[in-house]
């Protein structure tokens, strides 16, 4: 089988999709990756061919910052790239509505990577969970409506789609009517399978996934960290001498700069911290304030010399972190961060800081250090990722395969299910009266 790899650029979504890549290249099927040309060297490192997006008419179109309004770059640029390798199935990322659009063009079979948690509306389920900013409902009408837009856009609207659609226009508020009518079990935003990278504790208790949401577990892949860098992060850890705090920075949604609250927390305390610049822009930390700021394409090495990590909530830190054991602290703004961080806090690994400097941060990061039952719930919950990590990639693959065979023998049916008129006379059978 020929898969094409087409998820987002960026390391939290691109690495999965690698990993999976890995273990079906293993198992004998022709893997290449599309992406932005910044990609091609973890592409060359996983041992899997790389294809740049740009050459394909995709300039920003993998980028995650712009993936609601690049949809019709990315469906340009997977069109083309998958009739290139003659793809027979694509694997792509969650939010990617170009990918899923360019398998529907294509008339192949599409999974998806998803984040650690399901983002938009269960099956069933789910009613008392706590609306963090907004609800499941407005983020599952939002991401429809721009799912639509870049429909209408690659000018394919006008035709029914592959899936039953859940659009805009029809959904409804209730997570009851959904589930009954066009429900979460009909979105499009699935593909024909969604890969969650999780644990079902993350997920509010007693809610039904949708049928073709699975559970895989972390897809663990990163580039390897190279010795001199390292040993330079060592070195300058080792001027201060102060136990270590990992922060990955996350989008601000508008949410303000953490830059304020970050030089109090680590100046002339008790620790010092690692902060990964990550896709923030103008880093600000202050000349006397104990932070080492970098910018690395690999994270475990960082999370393995801290006692704690602090993230918006993104998936990519958070199960850095718990698959190390390391407690969290958790400062979320937008996208799935308020979600995940709920779901954190109900498993008892992670602490809430407030996105202000009030109250004491650095006596809250103290206090998080400390407690020994926030650790032993980071380690619980770790162990159980830990050990779904070992398998994840298998059973991802299986999925895919799974998906593959799936979509052939509906295929197969359909053909079963047309009129047997011969190619020979089928112009004089559809206009005889």
Known sequence: MNILLCPLSDGGY????????????????????????????????????????????????????????????QYRATVRAARQARADLLVTSVLCNGALLAAETLDVPVVVIGLSIHLWTYRSGGEGEPQYGRSRENRTLETLALYDATREEAGLSARPSRWPRATAATATTTATARATAAGPDDSPLLGDALLLRGDPELEY????????????????????????????????????????????????????????????????????????????????????????LVRKPWLGPLVDRAGLVLTAGTSAPVLGALLRGRPLGVTPNGSEQPVLAGALLRAGAAVHLPRTGEPDQAGLVDAAWRDDRLRSHAHRLGRRLADAAADGPRRAADLVEQTARQTAHRTACQSDRQPATSRENHGYSISRP
């Not at 004998?28 to 740009?54: C, D, K, Q, W, Y």
């Not at 892949?221 to 992060?233: F, I, K, N, R, T």
Request: neutral net charge; proline residues 11%.
């Open 14 to 73: 691109l690495y999965p999709a690698l990993a999976v890549g890995r273990e079906l290249r293993r198992r004998g099927h022709r893997v290449s990756v599309l992406g932005r040309a910044t990609a091609a060297p973890f592409a060359a490192e996983a041992g899997l061919p790389f294809a740049a997006a740009e050459e394909f008419g995709g300039e920003r179109g993998f980028a995650a910052a712009r993936w609601g309004v690049m949809g019709l770059a």
């Open 205 to 292: 208790p007693e809610a039904e996934l949708p049928p073709r949401v699975h559970q895989v577990g972390p897809l663990p892949w990163e580039p390897a960290a190279e010795p001199g860098e390292l040993a330079a992060v060592d070195a300058a850890l080792e001027r201060s001498g102060k136990p270590v705090v990992y922060v990955h920075l996350g989008r601000f949604f508008g949410g303000g700069t953490p830059w304020p609250r970050l030089n109090a927390t680590f100046t002339g305390g008790r620790y010092q911290a690692v902060v990964e610049q990550g896709r923030t822009a103008d880093p600000s930390p202050a000349p006397d304030a104990d932070i080492l």
